[in-house]
């Protein structure tokens, strides 16, 4: 079955699809391509002189843009995978037409996560051995890593099954890819929901609203690259895809009430909380914040989409599209509020000490940035040259 | 899964009901609890809670030996940084970390002297955050002395236990390319034979005092049984349960 795949009749079609883009797709593989060695070499040398003269990240807040951008990819690649499920695994045939882009999308986005926190990690090498040595069982980056390795295994055996049109077993692996990947990623969210330090992430929240929002990510996602994929070819989408695509225009409209339900009630309880997480909050709310959650988060990333998809009635593709490129834009800043605001305020700070009696500051470094860009660039030319290589991820019935 | 069966003795004691004179004695003598908030921290004030002791919260209470313990006098310390100069000699801390600061804080308000030096380092917790966050188990409890300790080289860098500790005690380290952190002196001083860590030692004020909470005859022991002074942790609300008490007087 294999050697079938790697016939010279496959190769000869994989180059052909290849050379036949136009001069705009040649452009962007080109630019992506630059700015991710661009970024990787900012990475090698922000590794050589130390990530702590690198980075903007310090004792206080440790975590930074590398971080929430960590976050940002594996949830985009949870909620793809989730969403791909819904047809693929739990035989929805409504979803069936994208499932295959959405799995692939899925791996993608959770190689630039990897790619991304390998710079952000001190020393990869001991993860790799230690992780395995040394494990504690109580540590949720633990079980959040150990699962992630496992969910891109399950989704790469998936893909690859989908591939051989072994559709029996990619059905299986891709079951297992939900189940590591809602465990990894409600660990993900454990993570900040179990460090008692920080009231503001603190809490049984951070898991569920993980899952919730995955979901979101991934339907905003699939939206997104399926107009490029067919915009990129000049194609009509044909009739599955287009009910697919009005399908999930539904599914992301529910998804985004849930968050807004869910957002909402992560400020009421926080605005009766303590001193550190009324701080957090009005930091959010109406401080150095406020302009990342009002504007960016809830107009670009809950109010003008869902108006928007609301409008398109699933038929407009060309709103549907700057709907969700608005909400990947916006949840790229979710993720970063979630992380630094949760460190802002200092660990000493309701001790009324002078050291710590102001919120802190961060902002991500060049070097920070570069490596972001890293992480963007590899999928997007990833899924650029996947559009060729796999024939626009066509799926076959069955 | 099969327990042990307890003696009629143990079953006695663990009911909290009916234990004898000289246990509520020396329950009422041990017996304290976080009460109130004074002073940034909450106190530990003397209330008794035998009522609720027994001897198995006994043996929990302080379940190494010996159970290293810090108490700082917080009134006494003139900010001098003797013991901050101290600890990075002993410890070859780099210039750009530390592993005990002193902060400032001024009580407008206050009567007489408005302001007053709060010394932190690790507070050894009895449930440190950081040890349960660690993938790698790079930070862990010494079995015996309760301190919490670096394995350095299994220390992957992700910085989870930083963001972890609710006591801002550690920091990344780039010579050792680890975590580094307060560990009262445990490589530099205890396991040499002496009895004070280094910022214990150098202190001229009596601020910072170091012992076994397991021995009764101990300084540390004493400071935290005497009804008479308030004694407060930080952060208790995080249920760290920490080493390190803050009292004044």
Same mark, same amino acid.
């Given at each position: 079955?294999?050697?079938? !795949?790697?016939?010279?009749? =496959? +190769?000869?079609?994989?180059?052909?699809?290849?050379?036949?883009?136009?001069?705009?797709?040649?452009?962007?593989?080109?630019?992506?391509?630059?700015?991710?060695?661009?970024?990787?070499?900012?990475?090698?040398?922000?590794?050589?002189?130390?990530?702590?003269?690198?980075?903007?990240?310090?004792?206080?807040? #440790?975590?930074?843009?590398?971080?929430?951008?960590?976050?940002?990819?594996?949830?985009?690649?949870?909620?793809?995978?989730?969403?791909?499920?819904?047809? @693929?695994?739990?035989?929805?045939?409504?979803?069936?037409?994208?499932?295959? +882009?959405?799995?692939? /999308?899925?791996?993608?986005?959770?190689?630039?996560?990897?790619?991304?926190?390998?710079?952000?990690?001190?020393? #990869?090498?001991?993860?790799?051995?230690?992780?395995?040595?040394?494990?504690?069982?109580?540590?949720?980056?633990?079980?959040?890593?150990?699962?992630?390795?496992?969910?891109?295994?399950?989704?790469?055996?998936?893909?690859?099954?989908?591939?051989?049109?072994?559709?029996?077993?990619?059905?299986?692996?891709?079951?297992?890819?939900?189940?590591?990947?809602?465990?990894?990623?409600?660990?993900?969210?454990?993570?900040?929901?179990?460090?008692?330090?920080?009231?503001?992430?603190?809490?049984?929240?951070?898991?569920?609203?993980?899952?919730?929002?995955?979901?979101?990510?991934?339907?905003?996602?699939?939206?997104?690259?399926?107009?490029?994929?067919?915009?990129?070819?000049?194609?009509? %989408?044909?009739?599955?895809?287009?009910?697919?695509?009005?399908?999930?225009?539904? /599914? !992301?409209?529910?998804?985004?009430?849930?968050?807004?339900?869910?957002?909402?009630?992560?400020?009421?309880?926080? %605005?009766?909380?303590?001193?550190?997480?009324?701080?957090?909050?009005?930091?959010?709310?109406?401080? #150095?914040?406020?302009?990342?959650?009002?504007?960016?988060? !809830?107009?670009?990333?809950?109010?003008?989409?869902?108006?928007?998809?609301? %409008?398109?009635?699933?038929?407009?593709?060309?709103?549907?599209?700057?709907?969700?490129?608005?909400?990947?834009?916006?949840?790229?800043?979710?993720?970063?509020?979630?992380?630094?605001?949760?460190?802002? !305020?200092?660990?000493?700070?309701?001790?009324?000490?002078?050291?710590?009696? @102001? /919120? /802190?500051?961060?902002?991500?470094?060049?070097?920070?940035?570069?490596? =972001?860009?890293?992480?963007?660039?590899?999928?997007?030319?990833?899924?650029?040259?996947?559009?060729?290589?796999?024939?626009? @991820?066509?799926?076959? @019935?069955? | 899964?099969?327990?042990?069966?307890?003696?009629?003795?143990?079953?006695?004691?663990?009911?909290?009901?009916?234990?004898?004179?000289?246990?509520?004695?020396?329950?009422?003598?041990?017996?304290?609890?976080?009460?109130?908030?004074?002073?940034?921290?909450?106190?530990?004030?003397? &209330?008794?809670?035998?009522?609720?002791?027994?001897?198995?919260?006994?043996?929990?209470?302080?379940?190494?030996?010996?159970?290293?313990?810090?108490?700082?006098?917080?009134?006494?310390?003139?900010?001098?940084?003797?013991?901050?100069?101290?600890?990075?000699?002993?410890?070859?801390?780099?210039?750009?970390?530390?592993?005990?600061? &002193?902060?400032?804080?001024?009580?407008?308000?206050?009567?007489?002297?408005?302001?007053?030096?709060?010394?932190?380092?690790?507070?050894?917790?009895?449930?440190?955050?950081?040890?349960?966050?660690?993938?790698?188990? *790079?930070?862990?409890?010494?079995?015996?002395?309760?301190?919490?300790?670096?394995?350095?080289?299994?220390?992957?860098?992700?910085?989870?236990?930083?963001?972890?500790?609710?006591?801002?005690?550690?920091?990344?380290?780039?010579?050792?390319?680890? &975590?580094?952190?307060?560990?009262?002196?445990?490589?530099?001083?205890?396991?040499?034979?002496?009895?004070?860590? *280094?910022?214990?030692?150098?202190?001229?004020?009596?601020?910072?005092?170091?012992?076994?909470?397991?021995?009764?005859?101990?300084?540390?022991?004493?400071?935290?049984?005497?009804?008479?002074?308030?004694?407060?942790?930080?952060?208790?609300?995080?249920?760290?349960?920490?080493?390190?008490?803050?009292?004044?007087?």
């Amino acid at each position: 079955m294999l050697a079938n !795949v790697l016939s010279p009749e =496959v +190769r000869a079609g994989v180059i052909e699809r290849l050379k036949s883009g136009s001069k705009t797709y040649y452009f962007f593989v080109a630019l992506f391509g630059l700015i991710l060695m661009a970024s990787l070499a900012s990475g090698l040398h922000a590794r050589l002189i130390g990530y702590d003269k690198a980075y903007n990240t310090y004792r206080e807040v #440790p975590w930074g843009i590398l971080i929430s951008t960590y976050v940002f990819f594996v949830v985009t690649s949870t909620g793809l995978c989730l969403v791909s499920s819904i047809g @693929h695994v739990f035989g929805k045939k409504e979803f069936m037409p994208m499932a295959k +882009r959405a799995v692939y /999308l899925s791996i993608l986005t959770i190689c630039g996560g990897f790619l991304v926190l390998s710079f952000e990690i001190e020393s #990869p090498d001991r993860m790799a051995i230690y992780n395995i040595l040394s494990p504690n069982m109580t540590s949720n980056i633990w079980w959040m890593g150990t699962l992630y390795g496992a969910y891109l295994m399950f989704m790469a055996v998936e893909f690859t099954c989908i591939l051989l049109s072994k559709f029996k077993e990619a059905t299986l692996f891709g079951m297992a890819g939900v189940v590591a990947g809602v465990a990894a990623h409600s660990n993900l969210g454990a993570v900040f929901g179990m460090l008692h330090g920080h009231e503001y992430w603190y809490g049984p929240f951070m898991p569920i609203y993980f899952i919730a929002s995955a979901m979101m990510s991934g339907c905003a996602a699939i939206i997104f690259f399926t107009w490029l994929a067919y915009k990129m070819d000049n194609k009509e %989408m044909d009739q599955p895809m287009a009910e697919t695509m009005a399908i999930t225009n539904r /599914l !992301v409209i529910l998804m985004i009430f849930i968050i807004i339900f869910f957002t909402a009630w992560k400020i009421i309880p926080g %605005m009766v909380g303590g001193e550190a997480k009324l701080a957090a909050m009005n930091a959010m709310l109406s401080g #150095p914040y406020s302009t990342n959650f009002w504007g960016i988060e !809830v107009a670009m990333g809950m109010v003008i989409p869902l108006i928007l998809f609301l %409008m398109s009635k699933g038929k407009n593709l060309n709103m549907m599209f700057l709907a969700s490129a608005m909400m990947i834009f916006a949840i790229f800043f979710m993720r970063y509020d979630l992380v630094v605001i949760g460190e802002i !305020v200092p660990q000493y700070y309701e001790l009324g000490v002078k050291e710590y009696s @102001h /919120l /802190l500051t961060y902002s991500p470094s060049w070097h920070e940035i570069m490596v =972001v860009m890293g992480g963007v660039s590899f999928v997007a030319v990833a899924f650029l040259l996947g559009e060729k290589i796999f024939d626009g @991820h066509k799926m076959e @019935h069955h | 899964m099969r327990f042990r069966k307890l003696t009629e003795d143990e079953l006695t004691v663990k009911g909290g009901r009916d234990v004898s004179g000289l246990e509520r004695r020396h329950f009422l003598k041990m017996g304290l609890a976080i009460t109130g908030v004074f002073a940034g921290g909450s106190v530990l004030s003397a &209330i008794s809670v035998v009522d609720k002791a027994n001897a198995v919260e006994i043996a929990e209470k302080y379940p190494y030996k010996p159970h290293y313990t810090m108490v700082l006098h917080q009134d006494r310390c003139i900010d001098c940084e003797r013991c901050m100069e101290a600890c990075i000699k002993t410890n070859d801390v780099p210039e750009y970390g530390y592993r005990t600061k &002193i902060l400032e804080r001024d009580v407008e308000d206050a009567i007489g002297q408005k302001r007053e030096f709060v010394p932190v380092l690790c507070n050894q917790c009895n449930k440190p955050p950081c040890v349960r966050a660690c993938p790698t188990s *790079a930070t862990l409890k010494d079995k015996k002395t309760g301190i919490v300790i670096m394995k350095s080289e299994r220390c992957i860098g992700c910085k989870t236990c930083m963001a972890a500790c609710p006591y801002n005690a550690r920091y990344f380290n780039e010579e050792r390319r680890a &975590i580094d952190k307060c560990n009262f002196c445990k490589d530099t001083r205890l396991d040499k034979g002496e009895l004070l860590t *280094a910022c214990a030692a150098a202190c001229p004020a009596g601020v910072r005092i170091f012992g076994d909470l397991s021995d009764e005859t101990s300084d540390v022991y004493k400071t935290l049984h005497t009804l008479k002074y308030p004694v407060w942790v930080q952060r208790p609300e995080t249920g760290a349960a920490p080493n390190v008490f803050y009292t004044r007087g």
